[in-house]
């Protein structure tokens, strides 16, 4: 881009920081890290099934962005809102670029499948066969499993003048059947491809060293006349839809949040679809009558080379063969933390804060903690926020226990956390059932904070303990994801604590908080005043820097704040994942600013803010991206470290992400990415590798 300087040396006014120039568009900065996600799954280095993965998680990923962004667009612009986003696109621009982009980068996704990494699978002994290439034996027993498991739960639709368009729900991979009935006639119908069965079905029969399986649609293509007895199968073509997700909440008008919230999650199978995928095969007569039943357009259909629905790869990447994936990782469980150590949990916490890095450390402490609490008869109350849980949850199953002992439980639900809503509602009647006090969220936020506050009967007073972190009360994505968890009894953050529950639960127009930072109220103006330090700091000639990693950086007012740090000669090191609206690089305005995303084993999660501050280093950790929603629409907890050996310790971390030249891409004044790649493997810093490194070195 051209060289762009403000018209006050050392400085950005406020009309040159409104330039569109400065920033790139969000929903193209998604898709760049959705390329970055098929570099992994393209990447030889990484173990094949490590590859099959990423390629799953691409296609989910692809899967949300329609759902939600690409609906929000088209919603835009059906709605006549076509103003410019931060980057000076219109909404019909907008779309069109997208378009583009999600093309190119699906093509890819299937050439990478198709040419690369179905090859050498087969190569691995790995097999997806063809089913009309199979032997007669092989077929046998598939035909077998097809007539006991899959065709009584098969249900034909037919569409005729009698029989309107059957619903075709979102996500679902279905097959568009042409046939001719005994007098000629051509008929349609659609067969929904069950998603309660295994999409890849094994063959049976041994080979050694060979592990074969067959799409679950192509066995059901393959018996389609026992769906349509008497009559002959022209041909048949997959198809998949994706809808809009998108369901606006009227939370002011509602009676009962919970039924509110059932009703959005049902009408989702209703919205408009806002993309149809189809196979090369597909012919334009079936695709005008899918086309039009759907009030699809002919931009919105994508046709590829290969099996619909990518995310459905997951389960191949689930097979057990261990030698295709990463070598098992044991998360480190400190001395102190085990169970049979000599303190007790409460004693350890009160001795000194516990600092946990997920997956790295385990998450089993903070499981512990919420079952000690459960069961200590010494706790009198736990109240802890909940966004997405997951299945057969520990924290739960502690949350009930303490209910069953008398303890006093409030828990507030979120269930406003998009694609769990359902799983949320569930949570929320099972712990109503046993007498637990749930809240649900407050009008018009959502609750993304992550905490938990414990109070204990010490003697003559009563102590509150508090856990803090920046990922979800879920274990099993605690060992995918990087976490940080902090355990403390300080005096002052627990009383914050207790102050956003009494908000949370209760009425409160004007909290204060000694040491949490909490949006929507103070997470940006505290972020605000940290930076201009860095910059008072540089102005006088001192050092300013900071460090800053989060998942997206979206938000234009922190950017701007950024930018103007920059240009006053602020050191300015960005750790962000995804989304990256900022431009780093630009003379006199970025050129103090690096811009680095990670991607590797374990999704980067964590939220950390660095600042230097003359020297007296501080840390701040916590649930809060630099994201609008994350700032002003959200509850979000930001808090600081406050012991100097932990401080020393994350910025440590902070330091090896830095050097990593292994998984690091580097990002460029255009919004693109460069991945650095080091002389050679003498000098090469991956830096989750030196982090599960450190935990092994550890446990030997």
């Known amino acids: 881009m051209e060289v762009m300087k403000s018209n006050e040396p050392g400085s950005l006014s406020d009309e040159f920081l409104n330039d569109p120039q400065l920033y790139c568009n969000r929903d193209l900065s998604l898709l760049a890290f959705q390329d970055r996600v098929l570099e992994e799954a393209r990447d030889p280095v990484n173990p094949l099934l490590e590859r099959v993965k990423f390629l799953a998680i691409f296609g989910s990923n692809m899967d949300e962005f329609f759902m939600v962004r690409v609906a929000a667009l088209r919603q835009q612009l059906a709605d006549g809102g076509t103003g410019p986003s931060l980057d000076g696109g219109s909404t019909a621009n907008?779309?069109?670029?997208?378009?583009?982009?999600?093309?190119?980068?699906?093509?890819?996704?299937?050439?990478?499948?198709?040419?690369?990494?179905?090859?050498?699978?087969?190569?691995?002994?790995?097999?997806?066969?063809?089913?009309?290439?199979?032997?007669?034996?092989?077929?046998?027993?598939?035909?077998?499993?097809?007539?006991?498991?899959?065709l009584p739960i098969l249900t034909p639709l037919g569409y005729d003048p009698v029989r309107p368009f059957p619903h075709i729900s979102n996500l679902s991979l279905n097959l568009a059947v042409v046939l001719q009935d005994r007098a000629g006639v051509e008929r349609f119908a659609r067969v929904k491809i069950p998603d309660t069965i295994d999409q890849l079905v094994p063959v049976p029969g041994e080979r050694p060293g060979?592990?074969?399986?067959?799409?679950?649609?192509?066995?059901?293509?393959?018996?389609?006349?026992?769906?349509?007895?008497?009559?002959?199968?022209?041909?048949?073509?997959?198809?998949?839809?994706?809808?809009?997700?998108?369901?606006?909440?009227?939370?002011?008008?509602?009676?009962?949040?919970?039924?509110?919230?059932?009703?959005?999650?049902?009408?989702?199978?209703?919205?408009?679809?806002?993309?149809?995928?189809?196979?090369?095969?597909?012919p334009p007569s079936v695709l005008t009558i899918l086309a039009t039943e759907l009030d699809t357009s002919p931009d919105q259909a994508y046709r590829v080379r290969g099996p619909l629905g990518l995310n459905r790869l997951l389960q191949l990447a689930g097979v057990d063969l261990p030698l295709l994936k990463y070598k098992r990782f044991v998360p480190y469980l400190p001395l102190d933390l085990r169970p049979n150590a000599k303190e007790d949990l409460f004693a350890l916490i009160r001795r000194e804060d516990v600092l946990l890095h997920h997956p790295f450390e385990s998450f089993q402490p903070v499981v512990d903690f919420l079952h000690a609490a459960a069961v200590d008869p010494q706790v009198l109350a736990i109240k802890m926020t909940l966004y997405r849980v997951g299945k057969n949850s520990p924290i739960v199953d502690s949350l009930l226990t303490a209910v069953q002992e008398g303890k006093q439980v409030s828990v507030l639900v979120e269930l406003k956390a998009r694609f769990d809503e359902e799983s949320n509602i569930e949570w929320t009647r099972a712990l109503e059932r046993d007498g637990i006090h749930v809240v649900y969220g407050l009008v018009g936020l959502k609750v993304h904070a992550k905490l938990a506050l414990v109070v204990r009967r010490e003697g003559a007073v009563l102590r509150k303990y508090v856990h803090l972190g920046t990922g979800n009360y879920n274990p099993v994505t605690a060992r995918l994801y990087t976490d940080l968890s902090l355990l403390t009894c300080d005096e002052r953050i627990s009383t914050d604590a207790v102050t956003l529950f009494n908000r949370l639960t209760g009425y409160s127009e004007d909290a204060r908080y000694a040491e949490l930072l909490v949006a929507p109220d103070w997470i940006r103006t505290e972020l605000v005043r940290r930076i201009e330090r860095e910059i008072a700091n540089a102005q006088r000639g001192e050092r300013g820097h900071l460090i800053a990693k989060m998942n997206a950086l979206e938000d234009p007012d922190m950017i701007r704040w950024l930018y103007r740090a920059s240009a006053a000669g602020v050191q300015i090191d960005l750790v962000v994942r995804g989304i990256c609206c900022l431009r780093p690089g630009i003379p006199g305005v970025s050129e103090n600013i690096r811009v680095r995303s990670l991607l590797g084993r374990f999704l980067e999660h964590s939220r950390m803010y660095y600042f230097w501050n003359g020297g007296q280093e501080e840390i701040l950790v916590g649930s809060a991206d630099w994201m609008t929603r994350n700032l002003s629409r959200r509850v979000e907890v930001l808090f600081p470290i406050q012991n100097r050996r932990l401080v020393k310790r994350l910025r440590e971390v902070l330091e090896i992400y830095q050097t990593d030249n292994v998984s690091a891409r580097e990002m460029q004044s255009d919004g693109s990415y460069v991945r650095r790649r080091p002389q050679d493997s003498a000098q090469a810093v991956e830096a989750q590798a030196v982090l599960v490194g450190s935990v092994v070195q550890t446990l030997t």
């Open 94 to 150: 907008q779309l069109q670029a997208i378009g583009r982009e999600a093309a190119r980068l699906t093509e890819q996704a299937y050439e990478c499948w198709q040419n690369d990494i179905l090859p050498t699978l087969e190569g691995e002994g790995v097999h997806i066969a063809d089913y009309g290439a199979l032997t007669e034996s092989d077929r046998a027993p598939l035909d077998h499993f097809f007539r006991d498991a899959v």
């Open 210 to 282: 060979v592990v074969r399986f067959v799409w679950l649609e192509q066995l059901i293509l393959a018996n389609l006349g026992a769906l349509f007895p008497g009559t002959r199968i022209v041909d048949a073509y997959p198809f998949r839809v994706t809808r809009d997700a998108e369901v606006e909440i009227q939370e002011l008008e509602s009676d009962d949040l919970l039924e509110t919230i059932e009703e959005a999650v049902w009408q989702r199978r209703f919205r408009h679809v806002v993309r149809l995928e189809i196979t090369q095969e597909l």
